[in-house]
């Protein structure tokens, strides 16, 4: 370490006295102290290059050519004289921005080892090794915990561990961590840490982490007076290709290093494996190689699945309680019997083109509505209310339990450092109303209030073009819906089987949800750019600040996009569309959709299918089999691959890049996924079964993914799951309320209870007991054709001598004198539904009062 090196960590220690763990002094110190270690380098001649070195045909080496020094970080560029793609004064210029910034790198104490790719002669690796000043001193800056000594507190097992022991990983193989008690680290206190071995008493997970913290502060160039600094800049500029710390050792089989510990050899064995479905997974494990912010999704996502088997087995519970009581459906007998059923004629549900039909052609709907639109269906909703308050209770306590463990109860207040980006735009001071001290913000007041108006306008932009592509699958259902009903002729006297299947209603709400799903999913392409340059626009101050305000951004949109056409067809569909003689117009020209005579339930399903499956589906091929492809092309291509030793550096080089979001997109696919799961599971009880078994695989894949398809990622501390914690707890608030009202506006449940109890016998109806006969004429208004208006009334002339009608809807008949009103039992049905949605309502949250 050169001699100004030495000075600046000299006076990095004497700053450290003086200083506390006040989040505004580390603000200062760093600004004072580190920022300026990236020095100004006037003259090449003075610049340090990292020294250069020949593969030794060790591949599965982690230590530089000494085989003392550890790499902890690798970074890769293509040597500019080999490049023919580029300007000579591009390649100029990013070659001498690469070698400032490897010169002040080596100016801040890292050591560095250049060798040349052993596939393409173009590429250049840089190996980069912190020395143990150097990580005690970054180590006390960014006040990282660790051992003082051995945790000798005894803890009492749980009553269940001789059952999760069976599926735990075998402690012979994975041996269980040592537990220590822990202190930010001090340099002044150093003979207090218990250091067995300082080539060991940082982690090789702490040792990336610190030199991650080195490469994001970095200058490389000075432009009208603004620094330019950062490993993130140089890669997305292309003057590093790359810049990774190594996996310790190939998944496949044991590395020839004795020193190397072939942690994600065990991890692939013991937990990426397909074979360790059933296992409980290694956390601490997981924790300690990947870092604290990977281990805490395994920890949800482990819960959330073993949650969700509870769930699955009431769905089904309820779903074949359904099955065994649809041949006891007495409405649905009456739609299918031909002497009921078939001499009803129902009104044609648009204008001119459609024709007049049979209500017996929703036999097959109505049979199926019988397994979905049943009493188990009430029962599930109301325990699937329950189980989401107590999955967010229980994973509260499982998060207070790991953040104990994983010692980050304390780690915002701490540990958290300032974005390199908002430290750089710090170019106002401001006075702290609370400390009187003053502050380096990179913004006024103003300035705040315009980047704010700014991107809420963004947001809301977006939002209502998603609105506005769901009002254009409306307007494709009520326009599309006339092409069907023109060519699906159907007769009256038609035999032909496929006519039961393929109806008007059921061709439309297929293709519509088919071109939602694929709107949807163009839509998320085009707003994740847009979400992440709102969110850089922001500048946020922190790493966690920046994530949970993405998350947020970014799940309002999919809220929105994944949900709205659930939310129209569940509650609006079918609700406001008048009568025969008079209907309602959307947009003043389309008539607005009815529901199949049996509800808009079935259609629900049938959207909820598409979407979830068809968002499974694209998933697993966006993030298994693209990585696969991609790294199979990647190897294929490197010429004479099998005959040549590759050094563990090119071999991770080989990999894909993890992403700038990390784990985002894995937490927004099972947020999507609990939405679905819990806001419209009154009207799909196998719901849960069918995202046990998706979890269940997800999470083996995602750990097979992280293992072996992508390179390693920078370990990074993490207190809790973020932001994505309010979102569940808004999801599982809106759940009571979505399931509610499905039940009651939805489905028949409430109008067939009101029919048994009420108008089934005297003084309304005219059985002597409760019974459900007769509910299928009860809730079919009578329409006379004579009273058809020019606008809508049918080409297909009348036949016969009928003269009437039935249309869905609770009116009095034509002649009496409130003709086409409604009736008093659509009166008793709303009082009933408000009843309900209150009722059900009060009694849930008075269920998670008690479980809270």
Request: glycine letters at 4%; charged letters at 20%; proline letters at 4%.
């Amino acid at each position: 370490m050169n001699v100004k090196n030495q000075d600046v960590l000299l006076d990095l220690e004497g700053e450290e006295e003086e200083e506390d763990d006040d989040d505004g002094e580390i603000v200062l110190e760093l600004n004072q102290v580190i920022i300026p270690t990236y020095g100004t380098v006037p003259d090449q001649q003075n610049l340090h290059t990292a020294e250069w070195v020949d593969f030794d045909d060790k591949p599965d080496s982690l230590f530089f050519s000494d085989g003392q020094r550890r790499i902890d970080f690798v970074l890769v560029y293509e040597d500019e004289s080999k490049k023919i793609t580029h300007k000579r004064s591009d390649r100029k210029n990013h070659k001498r921005k690469r070698q400032v910034y490897e010169s002040n790198l080596i100016n801040n104490g890292l050591q560095l080892e250049a060798t040349r790719s052993v596939l393409d002669e173009k590429l250049i690796f840089v190996k980069v090794h912190a020395p143990w000043e150097v990580l005690c001193t970054y180590a006390e800056v960014m006040h990282i915990k660790l051992p003082l000594q051995h945790n000798d507190l005894k803890t009492q097992d749980s009553a269940f561990n001789w059952f999760s022991r069976l599926f735990r990983v075998d402690e012979n193989i994975i041996k269980p961590e040592q537990e220590f008690f822990t202190a930010p680290f001090q340099k002044e206190h150093l003979t207090n840490f218990y250091i067995h071995d300082k080539d060991t008493f940082f982690n090789p997970a702490t040792r990336s982490r610190i030199v991650h913290f080195i490469l994001s502060r970095v200058e490389y160039a000075t432009k009208n007076n603004v620094k330019k600094f950062g490993i993130n800049k140089l890669l997305d500029t292309g003057i590093y290709k790359a810049a990774f710390p190594l996996h310790d050792s190939n998944f496949k089989h044991l590395s020839t290093d004795p020193n190397c510990p072939n942690e994600r050899y065990l991890l692939y064995r013991e937990w990426a494996h397909p074979k360790n479905i059933f296992k409980l997974q290694p956390l601490d494990f997981i924790r300690k190689y990947y870092g604290e912010k990977i281990g805490i999704y395994f920890a949800w996502l482990g819960f959330y699945t073993n949650m969700l088997t509870v769930a699955a087995v009431v769905g089904v519970g309820c779903f074949l309680y359904g099955c065994l009581t649809k041949d006891n459906c007495t409405w649905s007998q009456e739609v299918c019997d031909p002497n009921i059923g078939g001499n009803i004629i129902m009104c044609p549900q648009c204008d001119k083109v459609c024709t007049y039909w049979n209500l017996t052609i929703t036999c097959e709907s109505s049979k199926k509505l019988c397994i979905f639109d049943s009493f188990g269906t009430l029962v599930f909703a109301v325990f699937m209310g329950i189980w989401v308050t107590l999955f967010l209770e229980f994973w509260k306590r499982r998060q207070a339990e790991l953040e104990y463990e994983w010692d980050t109860v304390e780690y915002l207040e701490q540990e958290e450092q300032i974005r390199p980006e908002y430290e750089a735009r710090c170019t106002h001071v401001v006075m702290n109303e609370i400390t009187q001290q003053e502050e380096h913000v990179p913004y006024t007041a103003c300035g705040k209030c315009i980047r704010m108006t700014f991107c809420t306008s963004a947001i809301f932009f977006w939002i209502l073009l998603i609105i506005a592509s769901v009002i254009g699958i409306i307007v494709y259902r009520l326009s599309v819906f006339l092409v069907f009903s023109a060519t699906l002729s159907q007769h009256l006297s038609g035999t032909e089987a496929i006519r039961k299947y393929l109806t008007p209603q059921t061709a439309t709400s297929v293709t519509a949800s088919v071109i939602s799903f694929v709107v949807i999913m163009i839509l998320n392409i085009i707003y994740e750019k847009v979400a992440i340059l709102i969110t850089d626009f922001e500048l946020p101050r922190t790493q966690t600040d920046y994530e949970n305000s993405l998350t947020t951004k970014m799940f309002l949109f999919q809220f929105v996009n994944y949900y709205s056409s659930c939310f129209y067809i569940a509650f609006f569909k079918g609700k406001f569309v008048g009568h025969p003689g008079n209907p309602v117009y959307w947009l003043g020209k389309y008539r607005n959709e009815e529901c199949d005579p049996g509800g808009c339930l079935l259609e629900l399903t049938t959207q909820l299918a598409i979407i979830v499956g068809g968002k499974a589906i694209w998933n697993n091929i966006q993030e298994v089999l693209l990585p696969v492809v991609k790294n199979l092309i990647g190897r294929y291509s490197a010429a004479a691959r099998s005959e040549k030793v590759v050094p563990r550096w090119e071999e991770d080089y080989h990999l894909q890049p993890i992403g700038k979001l990390g784990l985002f997109y894995e937490y927004l696919e099972m947020v999507i996924q609990f939405g679905f799961v819990t806001l419209f599971v009154a009207s799909f009880p196998l719901a849960p079964l069918l995202a046990l078994i998706n979890n269940m695989l997800e999470i083996r894949l995602d750990a097979w993914k992280l293992t072996t398809q992508f390179r390693r990622m920078v370990p990074q501390k993490a207190q809790d799951i973020g932001a994505w914690q309010p979102i569940l707890q808004g999801i599982a608030i809106l759940a009571v309320v979505t399931n509610a009202m499905i039940i009651a506006f939805t489905s028949d449940m409430i109008p067939r209870l009101v029919y048994y109890w009420s108008f089934s016998v005297p003084p309304y109806g005219s059985h002597s007991s409760h019974t459900m006969k007769g509910y299928i004429n009860s809730t079919l208004s009578i329409f006379n054709v004579s009273d058809f208006k020019n606008a809508s009334k049918p080409f297909s002339p009348w036949f016969g001598n009928q003269t009437t009608c039935r249309y869905r809807d609770l009116r009095y008949p034509p002649g009496h004198q409130h003709q086409y009103e409604h009736n008093i039992y659509y009166w008793h049905v709303i009082a009933a539904k408000l009843a309900f949605v209150i009722v059900m309502e009060g009694e849930l949250k008075e269920a998670q009062q008690r479980v809270q």
